[in-house]
């Protein structure tokens, strides 16, 4: 049997180094669990355009296509800032997405112990935070036509376009019931149905979707006020299915329940291929941070448990997973920080590739 292929995409600012301490980890899951990847490596974002002139080449999309999951790292960087929009690296990203369908994108928001004292929020009101949105990742105002600046009379329109269509709703929804299945089978679908005929259409797919999940319990909730309920007490959500735009907004905020931006992984899934593998790219939610680049400072935490959600959603190795999970953990409760996760009650400085090792080494105590 050959090895599953992962394409390994480290991009630009932080990317590289924090892929680097998942290529630890990647090497350590080969030699000790006999869970082998063929592992590839291709530029995509601002480092892209520096050697194509375009945030993904045509044939690293066609690597993204054919193998059986992508890591992403991020992209972005001010010296990018004055490309011309159809070149920034943010673009390389979305193309990706759109290209290889990836309409489901989940992202955890979950509290670890040891970081309860670093949320901005009272500590009762996050410890032992587990939520999941999913958001839809492949359509609605990210790509909605028409779009663009345009000339209208004497002045210039900016325009872009909310769009769904029914099965655009209906197959994001599935997922998200189907999560919910896997866990407190609770839903919260957020739109704004009051103001947005978009989000009517929303709410009738997610509704008429929820007939065939009768053991799942379905509410709504308009999207600004589901941003209040999320900072008031988010335990009282599980999973939450939402639109591209108000999920990316949701999810920034559910992120910083969770005390950093640097703890929280992503999975972005399509439809499944041949082998019965869904489509998917693996990437943290945490951006490029081009202020820290280069200096050790940045947490690889994100980006590992990215390659986790990997193991779990690609490649069918939950224990596995939950191994890795566990081995952060581990460190964190062992009071090992990157300096992200520096709070009032101190703890124990390391770089970036001192938490790679020290997962490592969590991981051979598992053993
Ligand atoms: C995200 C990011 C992206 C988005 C950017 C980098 C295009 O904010 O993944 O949440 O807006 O989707
Ligand atoms: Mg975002």
Not at 272 to 289: I, T, W
Request: aromatic residues 6%.
């Amino acid at each position: 049997m050959t090895n599953p292929s992962l394409l390994i995409l480290p991009g630009d600012g932080i990317g590289p180094e924090v892929m680097t301490e998942v290529r630890k980890i990647i090497d350590w899951f080969g030699a000790k669990r006999g869970l082998a990847f063929d592992v590839s490596e291709d530029l995509v974002g601002g480092c892209a355009y520096d050697k194509h002139g375009t945030p993904l080449h045509d044939d690293t999309m066609a690597k993204a296509q054919e193998v059986d999951a992508v890591l992403l790292g991020a992209v972005g960087g001010p010296q990018y800032d004055t490309l011309d929009f159809s070149v920034k690296p943010e673009r390389g990203l979305l193309r990706l997405r759109k290209e290889m369908d990836l309409f489901s994108n989940l992202r955890p928001a979950q509290c670890f112990d040891a970081l309860a004292d670093f949320s901005s929020l009272k500590k009762d009101v996050v410890a032992g935070l587990d939520i999941m949105i999913v958001r839809e990742l492949t359509s609605g105002v990210y790509f909605g036509e028409p779009r663009g600046i345009f000339e209208e009379g004497n002045e210039r329109v900016g325009i872009n376009t909310q769009r769904y269509t029914e099965s655009e709703i209906a197959r994001v929804a599935r997922s998200a019931f189907d999560l919910a299945m896997k866990r407190d089978k609770r839903l919260c679908s957020m739109e704004k149905a009051n103001v947005m005929e978009s989000g009517i259409l929303w709410r009738e797919v997610v509704t008429e979707v929820g007939e065939d999940y009768p053991e799942v319990e379905l509410s709504h909730m308009y999207a600004d006020a589901g941003a209040m309920q999320l900072t008031r007490w988010p335990k009282q959500f599980d999973v939450i299915v939402t639109d591209n735009l108000f999920g990316d907004l949701l999810s920034d905020l559910a992120a910083m329940l969770t005390g950093s931006l640097g703890m929280l992984p992503s999975a972005s899934l399509g439809a499944p291929m041949a082998n019965g593998r869904p489509k998917a790219l693996y990437e943290p939610v945490h951006g490029s941070a081009p202020d820290i680049a280069g200096q050790g400072k940045a947490n690889p935490i994100a980006c590992i448990l990215s390659f986790a959600m990997a193991l779990r959603y690609s490649f069918d190795q939950g224990e596995e997973a939950a191994r890795l999970e566990g081995a952060i953990e581990t460190v964190l409760a062992d009071g090992l920080r990157t300096a992200d996760l520096m709070g009032p009650k101190g703890g124990t400085p390391v770089s970036t590739s001192g938490m790679g090792d020290a997962i490592v080494s969590a991981l051979d105590a598992s053993l």
